[in-house]
């Protein structure tokens, strides 16, 4: 299995801050998603991240709110710009191994906006 | 619009019993289907993925699923559950190509086991 690591694993933040979640595979990945998993609810596709270019975001979702960047096959980073709270969640990121058809995901990012 | 339903928002079941998880999608081509599992503080695991052939399907931990195609249903079920089950499941669709990996998921399960 591909073994995924975000940071952080959890914050508090204040309304109107940004905050920039990191993931890390530990190797090489074809796809590289980041989902958003809502308090009580399931989980939704924000983004996918492309390795060199802008991402491809989902409706409703936009790059201003939720830039992403993706420098290699291995690393991805979301932000959650000017955050207020309903933008409390929990953010997943997913990947898709090379070569495998198998999805993972990572423990996620516990966020609370106060 | 694609759209996955679980009709169970919470079940519980004895030790011991059996378990059926329902899942019923609206897709418009044929997707493929995933069950996956979270555990408190633990990330989705994977359970079963069903692409094409048989409608049956093995999974991890005891569990198999079956594709009903006419019905729009994906039913995941394990014959004896154990105290360890104890989990939220989830059902999931997607398609293939350049869209896979953008999966549609359902509200989720939230399984109870009484001892």
């Known amino acids: 299995s591909a073994v995924i690591s975000q940071k952080p694993s959890r914050d508090i933040c204040q309304r109107g801050t940004s905050l920039t979640i990191q993931c890390q595979v530990d190797s090489q990945v074809t796809m590289m998603f980041w989902y958003r998993q809502q308090p009580g609810q399931s989980l939704t596709l924000i983004a996918t991240?492309?390795?060199?270019?802008?991402?491809?975001?989902e409706s409703g979702f936009v790059i201003d709110k939720f830039p992403i960047s993706r420098p290699n096959l291995t690393f991805s980073t979301l932000t959650v710009s000017n955050m207020s709270p309903e933008d409390s969640s929990i953010y997943l990121c997913s990947v898709v191994r090379i070569n495998t058809d198998t999805q993972y995901f990572g423990p996620g990012t516990r966020l609370t906006v106060l | 619009a694609q759209s996955v339903t679980q009709p169970d928002i919470h079940i519980t079941v004895s030790e011991g019993a059996s378990l059926e998880l329902r899942c019923n999608y609206s897709?418009?081509?044929?997707?493929?289907l995933f069950w996956y599992v979270q555990s408190p503080g633990q990330g989705l695991q994977l359970l079963l993925k069903?692409?094409?052939?048989?409608?049956l399907v093995q999974g991890i931990k005891g569990f198999e699923a079956e594709f009903k195609r006419s019905q729009s249903s994906y039913t995941r079920r394990k014959p004896t559950v154990h105290w360890s089950d104890a989990a939220e499941y989830f059902c999931?669709?997607?398609?293939?190509?350049?869209?896979?990996?953008?999966?549609?998921f359902g509200q989720g399960t939230i399984l109870t086991v009484h001892p």
């Open positions: 999931a669709v997607g398609a293939g190509g350049t869209s896979y990996g953008k999966l549609t």
């Open positions: 991240a492309n390795q060199g270019s802008e991402a491809t975001y």
């Open positions: 069903y692409f094409s052939g048989d409608t």
């Open positions: 897709y418009g081509a044929t997707p493929y």
